[in-house]
């Protein structure tokens, strides 16, 4: 059974730093590609990062040099260290095999999500 799961969200003032990580299970992780993708309350999902089997990586324009994704292919695992937040950075943060175009919940694998709230 393939299942992603992470953690690390909580809540942080504006300016704060957390770091997420997703632990995977089930199939062979080092050969995806893997993203991390947000909803905000009421809105869509939003593309945040992905990074590449060969460790290539890349941003959303919004995260402008605030965010970094990472992987540890021995540990299965995904990171996103989140620094510098702001208020709209609130959103549930989820883990998934990345996907071209428009990210859909019913393609691919992803985790249940963890909620990040930027609140003073």
């Known amino acids: 059974e393939v299942q992603l799961v992470e953690s690390g969200g909580g809540l942080v003032q504006p300016g704060g730093s957390l770091r997420l990580s997703c632990a995977a299970s089930?199939?062979?992780?080092?050969?995806?590609?893997m993203s991390w993708v947000r909803q905000a309350p009421g809105k869509g999902l939003e593309w945040v990062s992905f990074?590449?089997?060969?460790?290539?990586?890349s941003y959303a324009s919004f995260v402008k040099g605030r965010f970094s994704i990472s992987r540890d292919n021995a540990k299965n695992t995904l990171y996103l260290q989140l620094n510098d937040l702001k208020a709209d950075d609130t959103a549930m943060y989820y883990c998934?095999?990345?996907?071209?175009?428009?990210?859909?919940?019913?393609?691919?694998?992803w985790g249940q999500g963890t909620q990040v709230i930027v609140s003073s």
């Open positions: 089930g199939f062979t992780f080092s050969s995806y590609d």
């Open positions: 998934a095999s990345r996907q071209l175009g428009h990210y859909d919940r019913n393609v691919g694998y």
């Open positions: 990074i590449t089997t060969g460790g290539i990586k």
